[in-house]
């Protein structure tokens, strides 16, 4: 096995996005080099690009996606070539203490966050300079390295554009609802923002059999997609008459409110919105320097619960699979969540449409 050459988008602290070539390592030990099909932009990488989580390296975006095993380290006992997998952006360690308690996605031994392998290595360089994989991943290319642990395998059944998403947003949305907020049937929910990660929290509380749906966001052909997924009501973010159309909608009020945007006022929005002993589960991720002013006495006074949620609560290697059956089986209409399918070099003007919520989510295909 040798190092590859490959197209790869890389963000520069200095010059910001542009397709490079770089080198590629082989595998080795317990790690798999997969051939990268289909890989969703994610507004995790956005925040990567736009600052909101400063590095000061050379990254690689991308951490949604799906692909075949392309060569396999000495010590890889699960997966083989030819494989078809979809990767993890966060693989358990299986030997920390929430790894232990099953609890993978507060793992808290691997170095995803910090831009790494789990050995602190990287597989990337250009002209002999490491260049490293965003969030443990780097998918916005055409092969990555990763441990065996982040490539679960897959039917081949599965469409690699439907794979990709269910590596973040679908583990993340649908998770949060299953996992997370355990929510229970006829139970009633409202999700603020309606991108990726709100569509898919959207297919999940219609899998879960909650009801009254509704969908909150600023732009109006994200809310009409939140209806073709499965949303009972429509409502725009900043409506003069915002809680008149929700008292309308749930008239029992909301028992759950998903904030899958990540700022400050809609988090605050979230918590007015619930009821009393409700939960707020927060899926968005702020910038890594903004704090939230809460109302602390009524969140105590009302018994509100806010819920963190990472990932979706999932466990990758029982979630990705059976998120796949269930939409194998048709009881997940995932296809209507794959807005366009992109070039790379693409990459960079769905980045921007990103920022202005046009259009449903972009995934980048490759041959
Ligand atoms: N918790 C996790 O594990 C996890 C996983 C994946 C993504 N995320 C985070 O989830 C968030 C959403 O990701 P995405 O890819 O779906 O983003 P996205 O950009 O596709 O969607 C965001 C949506 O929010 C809407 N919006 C923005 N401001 C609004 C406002 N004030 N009121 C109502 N709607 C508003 C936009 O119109 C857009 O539709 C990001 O912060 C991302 O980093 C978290
Ligand atoms: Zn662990
Ligand atoms: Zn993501």
Redesign the pocket.
């Given at each position: 096995m040798t190092s590859l050459s490959i197209q790869a988008l890389v963000h520069s602290p200095t010059d910001g996005l542009a397709v490079h070539e770089l080198d590629l390592r082989a595998p080795r030990g317990s790690e798999v080099r997969v051939k990268v099909m289909a890989s969703g932009v994610?507004?995790?990488d956005?925040?990567l690009i736009d600052g909101d989580w400063p590095s000061g390296e050379r990254l690689v975006p991308g951490h949604e996606a799906a692909g075949v095993v392309e060569s396999v380290g000495e010590g890889v006992a699960d997966l083989a070539v030819g494989d078809h997998v979809v990767l993890s952006w966060f693989p358990p360690c299986h030997r920390c203490a929430a790894c232990k308690r099953g609890e993978q996605w507060l793992c808290t031994g691997n170095m995803c966050n910090e831009h790494r392998l789990p050995d602190g290595s990287t597989a990337l360089s250009q002209d002999g300079a490491e260049v490293y994989p965003f969030i443990g991943v780097g998918a916005l290319a055409e092969y990555v390295v990763v441990p065996e642990t982040a490539a679960v395998k897959v039917p081949d059944a599965l469409p690699f554009t439907i794979g990709a998403l269910i590596g973040?947003?679908v583990a993340?949305g649908v998770g949060a609802v299953l996992n997370t907020a355990q929510v229970r049937p006829g139970q009633a929910a409202a999700v603020?923002?309606?991108?990726?990660?709100?569509q898919a929290t959207i297919a999940g509380l219609v899998l879960a059999g909650a009801h009254p749906i509704v969908a909150?966001?600023?732009?109006a052909d994200?809310l009409e997609l939140a209806r073709a997924v499965g949303a009972t009501h429509a409502v725009a973010?900043?409506a003069p008459d915002l809680a008149a159309q929700i008292a309308a909608a749930a008239p029992d009020g909301l028992d759950y409110v998903f904030e899958?945007?990540?700022?400050v006022?809609?988090i605050n929005q979230a918590l007015d919105l619930v009821n009393p002993g409700g939960a707020v589960v927060l899926?968005?991720?702020t910038s890594l320097d903004a704090r939230v002013p809460l109302d602390a006495y009524t969140l105590a006074a009302e018994g509100k619960r806010l819920l963190g949620?990472?990932?979706?609560s999932s466990i990758a290697s029982r979630d990705f699979p059976a998120l796949a059956e269930r939409y194998l089986a048709g009881d997940l209409p995932l296809d209507v969540l794959v807005g366009s399918e992109i070039s790379l070099a693409g990459a960079i003007d769905a980045f921007e449409d990103?920022r202005h919520?046009r259009g449903g989510?972009a995934v980048v295909v490759f041959d």
């Open positions: 994610c507004h995790s956005l925040h973040c947003s993340t603020i923002g309606c991108g990726g990660v709100g909150i966001d600023l732009a994200r973010g900043n899958a945007i990540g700022r006022e809609t899926e968005g991720l949620c990472n990932y979706g990103m919520a989510r």
